[in-house]
Each structure stands twice: as structure tokens, then as C-alpha cells.
């Protein structure tokens, strides 16, 4: 079974940066949709990137497009999210998730994810 770990959350001010990771353990994560999604407190859970580690296919939130960057490294069986840029909107518990054969365009779709990450904690504040 796939178990993903993610990492790299923490405390940042405003227009600062953070690289997330998700790395995946048990099998390898070729032909795989990886989403990350963010949950702030009070409010639903939230699509904001997502990557083929097939194809490279990619997929942005509007409020996200133009300040993050989703990439993977298929030889360590991890993909990234680049943040830059960051806003206090941006503040909440990102998960990376993961898909088997899941088209790009469906991949905001927390419904359609197999396994999830425990999450960890972004913080954008002065």
C-alpha cells in the first residue's frame, strides 16, 4: 500500500517562500496523479495543484497560478510544491494525495484520491 509523508511546513512572512515535499514509500508512483490540497481552519478542504508522475501534466488553482510550482523526481519517488510569493490566505494544513490513472483535469477533486498524507502546517503571518 502506498503511505506518503509530507514535509517542509512551516512559519514564513508574507511574500516569503517554502518547498513542500511528498515523498511515497511501498511502491513506485509511476502513472500516479499527486494532488496537494490545503485546509485552513473553518473552512473546506481545497485543490491546489496537481502533477502526473507519468506525463508531467500539471494542474493550478486560480488563486495559486503564477506563485506556486508543482514538480516531481521520479528517481526518489517524491514530488515538490514550490510556494513563493506566499499570502496569510495561503495559511493552512497542506496534504499531498495520491490518484492511480486519474486525468489531470478531475485531479482538484479530493473524492477521487486513494491515500492522503498526514499533512503539515503552512503558516504565512507577520
Known amino acids: 500500500q502506498v503511505q506518503l509523508v509530507e514535509s517542509g511546513g512551516g512559519l514564513v512572512q508574507p511574500g516569503g517562500s517554502l518547498r513542500l515535499s511528498c515523498a511515497a514509500s511501498g511502491y513506485t508512483l509511476d502513472y500516479y496523479t499527486i494532488g496537494w490540497f490545503r485546509q485552513a481552519p473553518g473552512k473546506e478542504r481545497e485543490g491546489v495543484s496537481c502533477?502526473?508522475?507519468?506525463?508531467?501534466?500539471?494542474y493550478y488553482a486560480d488563486s495559486v497560478k503564477g506563485r506556486f510550482t508543482v514538480s516531481r523526481d521520479v528517481a526518489k519517488n517524491t514530488v515538490y510544491l514550490q510556494m513563493n510569493s506566499l499570502k496569510p490566505e495561503d495559511t493552512g494544513v497542506y496534504y499531498c494525495?495520491?490518484?492511480?490513472?486519474?486525468?489531470?483535469?478531475?485531479?482538484?477533486?479530493?473524492?477521487?484520491?486513494?491515500?492522503w498524507g498526514q499533512g503539515t502546517q503552512v503558516t504565512a503571518s507577520s
Open positions: 502533477i502526473s508522475t507519468g506525463d508531467g501534466s500539471t
Open positions: 494525495a495520491a490518484a492511480r490513472l486519474l486525468r489531470i483535469d478531475f485531479c482538484q477533486l479530493s473524492v477521487e484520491y486513494d491515500y
